[in-house]
């Protein structure tokens, strides 16, 4: 590792952030003290930097494992983005096998860059809130002070939206004007998906023209976070310009692993165990260095590291440290508990007539002046997003066609957050894709592939740790599928994209040849006819096929008390002073879109709750 990326200090070495420990006899210098120490510069750390370091009078440290984002152009392609996946730029993890997926280990994506998962991501701007039931649902499980009207004005506040004449009915008085993160429609979408958005209609869902705002139930295009250049906007592009890090009381530091905080060694009585700094390292085996923090320690970790950090602190389950050795600061049972991810059914392709697809991109002529087209207009496929559409729908509408004629279908249980929420997504690509990405088909192979997504699962899930070392990746069970609703909300949706895909205008641009070929080939259960697939032969292809949906959220989750939470409503961890997390781990529960504008929103609120708590000396 080694690599620093300083605005107030130039120079990579993390000499320059911090001092090593232990020195040598009688040279112990003091440590350096950063007013705010910020752990993880991902989604969430980005802006908590940005916003934070707006008071030149405030010192500011953000520490991210990963490597700068500058002049790094695979992630700022937004239609590539499965092309980080296992890159450097990924923490390249997998669960633990999954026992009702067949016991597979399946792949985790993650970025390990600054702006984390945002610049690795799908790159969909969604608020998630269905007439603001996702945070009513929150509310409700204690974390008072975030519902949708507290966090309205944090949406507004990131986003910079960019209006398109193709969208004349979106209002951008809907919008955010003047914020970092810039949203968008892509310039164009693949030929294919006007003619999926039609099949939509033609099955019973009703067109949104944005889907960001009031009723989110039907078919919709999905926005981006996406700049007027076709660049992926990620929170590191977006919060850390030029101009943010010549702040002279900002530091950036890349390609550091925070190895574990550290706490005061006296606890006066009636008061909390405090956080006076934070180790870190550059390699598992290379020097040990401290820096101190004068204010607060803030995890940005995401819904891994920020648990496994607490975890390797002592603050978790006591019976789960003891066993590794790791002396117990505080015993807080839910660290790490309560682990909630959406999952997909996985890839369901179809084999497309030529044309109407970007599987062209594979072709290296055409790949290469599509680059270009990208790279000197910011235009085309590759300014697009792989997703471009979604159907957001509730699998327990009675108007929908999710059922063999004259059967009742699986039962499921309704977790929606609300009458108008969904519980159950549809995505398309407009390109053949197996697995999760691999292998990839030939050049020659055009498709449409759908998934669909299981929004609001019963399923909970938990991060262990693995052993008493930040360099172990911790064991990540999401527990995915371990309910039968959860296995039949999913049939339910496959059932329908079937319906879907075999519906025209869609059903004659597609190669679906007659049903009833191999489960084990690729382009089943494409072919196979929604009238006569068996809820049986779609669970157990399920088992085969699900993948993680890649949000998964809720392990240091928000509430009132230590019993069910992590974190207090003020995002301080129960029991700790000098602590608090801010990312997708404190998420109370699931949302039922996709996270990362309400990560950003939630980063935006926090760093104004922590700016206020500094005024009040709070
Ligand atoms: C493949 C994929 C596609 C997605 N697409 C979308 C999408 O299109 N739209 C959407 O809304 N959501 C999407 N998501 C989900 C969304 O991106 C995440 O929910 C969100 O970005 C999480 O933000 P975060 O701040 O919690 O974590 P992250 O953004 O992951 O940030 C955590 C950061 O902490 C760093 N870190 C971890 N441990 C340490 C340590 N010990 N020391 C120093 N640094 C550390 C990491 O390297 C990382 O940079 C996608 C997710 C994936 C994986």
């Not at 925070?258 to 165990?273: K, M, N, Y």
Request: aromatic share 8%; proline share 9%; net charge neutral.
């Amino acid at each position: 590792m080694g690599g620093l990326l300083s605005s107030s200090v130039g120079v990579g070495d993390p000499r320059l952030i911090a001092v090593p420990v232990p020195s040598p006899p009688g040279k112990q210098k003091p440590w350096p003290k950063y007013d705010y120490i910020i752990v993880g510069g991902g989604t969430a750390g980005c802006v908590l930097a940005s916003r934070l370091s707006e008071d030149p009078n405030t010192t500011v440290l953000l520490i991210e494992a990963g490597k700068n984002f500058q002049d790094d152009v695979p992630t700022k392609i937004p239609y590539l983005f499965a092309n980080i996946f296992r890159t450097v730029r990924d923490w390249d993890t997998y669960t633990s096998p999954q026992q009702n997926l067949d016991n597979r280990e399946t792949y985790w994506p993650r970025g390990k860059i600054l702006g984390g998962t945002s610049a690795t991501g799908a790159s969909i701007y969604h608020r998630c809130s269905s007439e603001g039931k996702d945070f009513d649902e929150w509310v409700a499980l204690g974390a008072e002070g975030w519902s949708q009207a507290d966090l309205n004005p944090y949406f507004l506040k990131a986003e910079n939206f960019h209006p398109s004449p193709k969208h004349p009915r979106v209002n951008p008085a809907n919008h955010g004007k003047y914020g970092p993160m810039q949203t968008g429609f892509p310039s164009e979408t693949a030929p294919i998906n006007d003619y999926v958005i039609e099949a939509c209609r033609e099955n019973g869902l009703k067109s949104i023209d944005d889907i960001n705002v009031g009723g989110q139930l039907g078919v919709a295009q999905l926005m981006g976070t996406i700049d007027p250049h076709g660049r992926r906007s990620s929170t590191g592009a977006a919060y850390l310009t030029d101009e943010v890090l010549k702040r002279p009381n900002l530091t950036v530091s890349a390609e550091i692993m925070i190895e574990r905080l550290v706490f005061a060694d006296t606890t006066p009585p009636g008061q909390s165990p405090r956080v006076i700094g934070v180790e870190l390292r550059t390699a598992p085996n290379a020097q040990l260095y401290c820096t101190g923090v004068n204010r607060e320690v803030i995890l940005c970790a995401g819904t891994v590291g920020t648990p496994q950090l607490l975890m390797l602190s002592g603050v978790g389950p006591e019976e789960d440290l003891q066993k590794l050795n790791i002396p117990v600061v505080k015993n807080l049972p839910e660290v790490g508990r309560n682990v909630i991810d959406h999952v997909s059914s996985g890839p369901i392709p179809f084999r497309t007539k030529p044309g109407l697809t970007y599987d062209f991109l594979r072709g290296l002529i055409s790949g290469t002046l599509e680059m270009l087209r990208w790279r000197f207009f910011g235009t085309g496929p590759y300014a697009s997003m792989q997703y471009s559409s979604t159907a957001l729908v509730r699998s327990t509408d009675t108007a929908l066609p999710y059922y063999l004629d004259g059967s009742a279908g699986s039962p499921v249980n309704d977790h929606a957050a609300g009458p108008g929420a969904p519980d159950l997504e549809l995505l398309w690509a407009p390109q053949a894709v197996f697995g999760h990405g691999f292998p990839k088909p030939s050049s020659s192979t055009d498709g449409l592939t759908f998934s669909a997504v299981a929004l609001k699962p019963e399923s909970r899930g938990r991060i262990t740790l693995k052993s008493s070392s930040i360099w172990d990746t911790p064991l990540i069970d999401p527990n995915y599928l371990s309910t039968e609703s959860d296995v039949n909300v999913l049939v339910r949706g496959v059932r329908l994209l079937l319906r879907i895909a075999h519906t025209d205008p869609v059903a004659s641009k597609l190669d679906l040849k007659p049903s009833n070929i191999d489960p084990s080939s690729p382009w089943w259960p494409g072919v196979a006819d929604p009238n006569r697939i068996t809820d049986r032969e779609i669970k157990e292809m399920l088992r085969r096929t699900a993948v993680p949906a890649w949000h998964p959220v809720s392990s240091a989750r928000m509430g009132k008390s230590p019993d069910d939470s992590v974190v207090e409503p003020s995002l301080r961890v129960h029991g700790i002073a000098g602590l608090r997390c801010v990312d997708a781990s404190v998420f109370p529960t699931q949302v039922s879109g996709h996270p990362c504008a309400v990560v950003v929103a939630m980063a935006e609120k926090a760093a104004d709750m922590i700016k206020a708590s500094e005024a009040s000396g709070a």
